[in-house]
């Protein structure tokens, strides 16, 4: 099959309709497999899904060099998502809290560009929003990278409404990243409205909510302490069998239509507009071919209304993170 394009924001950003999420290939999910990576880079190449998300925490650096390696030769052939935002010190540790600075956010992308060896980044979030730093000053910033043609679009990752209006009011924002699937749909009574009214796009983290939607997933206890879900609330006691229960639905539709169960959480993502694309993130072609023939399952009405209401907002039991993360989420 192909994939269609789909448009982020109203200032040309086209990307393909379902991306690929590399955080994984180098943190949270288990051991890294850097062959397998790249070999999976390269078949989302051939497959059409060429929107790659990375960032320079994601390792940190080490995913984006594991980018800058596997796409010698095919730059031009992807659409590249960074992002910048967090205090990341010369030893590769994390130090603590976020820094959007101007003078950081340039370093930021210097660094970067050179480990992504790219002269353009064509979509760049600002991370998390750093509280210490007004939004419209890191709008700013990203503004002059783009006039020096270091950055072709600007992202906010997980802002809220009140930073959302401020940062595009200095420059357009073209995408907001955060986390939307059948798992998590805090965004659809004020941020999805927001977003249309202002004509942002939403890139949909974590559609497949961490695993959990795709029915192959064991309690928090049983993965290793380097994977991210043995710390998440909803793996977690009588969450983890709460959530079991209401992911049923999503068997069902599944088994309905002779597919897997990750396939209609993303078909479901697909059906919730054409300004909203996913990046469901994995380290391995057939988790990636099979996330990909996702655009091809066509849900109808019924269907969707039976996923709407399994999993309707206050159904899934426990926060989507522990506590310290969901302190750096504005909303």
């Not at 180098?26 to 060429?50: F, V």
């Not at 939607?213 to 977690?236: C, I, M, S, W």
Request: proline share 5%; aromatic share 6%.
């Amino acid at each position: 099959m192909t994939l269609r394009a789909r448009k982020l924001g109203s200032q040309g950003l086209e990307v393909s309709e379902i991306g690929l999420g590399c955080m994984g290939m180098s943190q949270s999910y288990g051991p890294a497999d850097e062959q397998e990576s790249i070999a999976t880079l390269h078949r989302s190449i051939e497959l059409g899904s060429t929107f790659l998300d990375t960032a320079e925490v994601y390792g940190p650096f080490a995913n984006e060099e594991l980018l800058g390696r596997a796409l010698t030769g095919r730059r031009d052939q992807v659409v590249l998502a960074t992002k910048f935002g967090f205090r990341i010190d010369s030893s590769r540790k994390l130090r603590g809290g976020t820094d959007s600075r101007p003078e950081h956010i340039r370093a930021a992308v210097e660094g970067s560009l050179r480990r992504l060896n790219t002269d353009h980044i064509d979509l760049l979030y600002q991370h998390r929003v750093d509280p210490a730093v007004p939004i419209e000053d890191v709008a700013g910033a990203v503004s002059e990278l783009v006039k020096q043609g270091k950055v072709r679009f600007f992202g906010l990752s997980e802002a809220g409404v009140a930073n959302i209006r401020k940062a595009h009011a200095v420059h357009p924002v073209s995408a907001l990243q955060s986390e939307y699937s059948l798992w998590e749909r805090n965004l659809e009574p004020v941020l999805i409205p927001l977003l249309r009214e202002l004509g942002i796009g939403l890139v949909a983290f974590s559609p497949l909510g961490r695993g959990f939607l795709t029915g192959e997933v064991k309690r928090a206890e049983e993965y290793p302490e380097t994977d991210f879900r043995r710390n998440d609330p909803r793996y977690q006691g009588d969450n983890f069998d709460a959530n079991t229960k209401a992911a049923r639905a999503v068997r069902d539709v599944a088994q309905a239509l002779g597919v897997k169960p990750g396939q209609v959480a993303l078909a479901w993502v697909l059906h919730k507009g054409s300004d909203i694309v996913p990046i469901p993130g994995t380290k391995r072609r057939s988790y990636l071919e099979e996330n990909v023939a996702a655009a091809s399952i066509k849900l109808d009405a019924a269907q969707l209304e039976q996923l709407d209401q399994a999993l309707a907002p206050g159904v899934v039991a426990g926060d989507r993170y522990g506590e310290a993360y969901m302190k750096t989420i504005d909303r």
